[in-house]
T-cell receptor, first 120, second 112 residues
Framework: GAVVSQHPSWVICKSGTSVKIECRSLDFQATTMFWYRQFPKQSLMLMATSNEGSKATYEQGVEKDKFLINHASLTLSTLTVTSAHPEDSSFYIC????????????????FGPGTRLTVL | KQEVTQIPAALSVPEGENLVLNCSFTDSAIYNLQWFRQDPGKGLTSLLLIQSSQREQTSGRLNASLDKSSGRSTLYIAASQPGDSATYLCAVRPEYGNKLVFGAGTILRVKS
């Protein structure tokens, strides 16, 4: 149980285009999903927290108009990188918190396999 | 502001050796601490999660300890195998809030 998927696993696009990345919780409902960015040989940097049915909360320094996040259902959140540039090339990872486990208060986050974005 | 530090940054050991990875955090007001494994180009696999009230957790050859008051956690790997080669990340969740704060990781290489 507690499987999180991401699609696509990798994408190459031209500068100026927009790219959408999907994050799905496959066997549980997630009221909260998190989007991270990871540069080579560095740790994960939290970009934003996404709550189902409400606007995402962005971390300081993350452009909300650049990285559009939508959490339309309890099993799906999307990250759209708008007008992508080469500096947006990175590894993007999402995680999800199981709503049913919230009552147990473990609050464990389950991570997706990541999406490698390369902007030419 | 919570800061998480992992030592060493990289470690290379021969197969079969027992090893310890260290994680320290500056703010002891944590909800839980989690150890992850990340293979190159892949996502994170949760290894062990320790609640703030717990002292240790064990899973197979892995044992993680937590000393909340001193802001330290260790991940002990027994009888290391080449398949254990990966980056190991430590992350803490603050007492209030959802955000995980990650360390920079320890790159482990187990030589056969």
């Amino acid at each position: 149980g507690a499987v999180v998927s991401q699609h696509p696993s990798w994408v190459i696009c031209k500068s100026g285009t927009s790219v959408k990345i999907e994050c799905r919780s496959l066997d549980f409902q997630a009221t909260t999903m998190f989007w991270y960015r990871q540069f080579p040989k560095q740790s994960l940097m939290l970009m934003a927290t996404s709550n189902e049915g409400s606007k995402a909360t962005y971390e300081q320094g993350v452009e909300k108009d650049k990285f559009l996040i939508n959490h339309a259902s309890l099993t799906l959140s999307t990250l759209t990188v708008t007008s992508a540039h080469p500096e947006d090339s990175s590894f993007y990872i999402c995680s999800a918190r199981d709503r049913t486990l919230a009552g147990v208060s473990y609050n464990e986050q389950f991570f997706g396999p990541g999406t490698r974005l390369t902007v030419l | 502001k919570q800061e998480v530090t992992q030592i060493p940054a990289a470690l290379s050991v021969p197969e079969g050796e027992n090893l310890v990875l260290n994680c320290s955090f500056t703010d002891s007001a944590i909800y839980n601490l989690q150890w992850f494994r990340q293979d190159p180009g892949k996502g994170l696999t949760s290894l062990l999660l320790i609640q703030s009230s717990q002292r240790e957790q064990t899973s197979g050859r892995l044992n993680a300890s937590l000393d909340k008051s001193s802001g330290r956690s260790t991940l002990y790997i027994a009888a290391s195998q080449p398949g254990d080669s990966a980056t190991y990340l430590c992350a803490v969740r603050p007492e209030y809030g959802n955000k995980l704060v990650f360390g920079a990781g320890t790159i482990l290489r187990v030589k056969s």
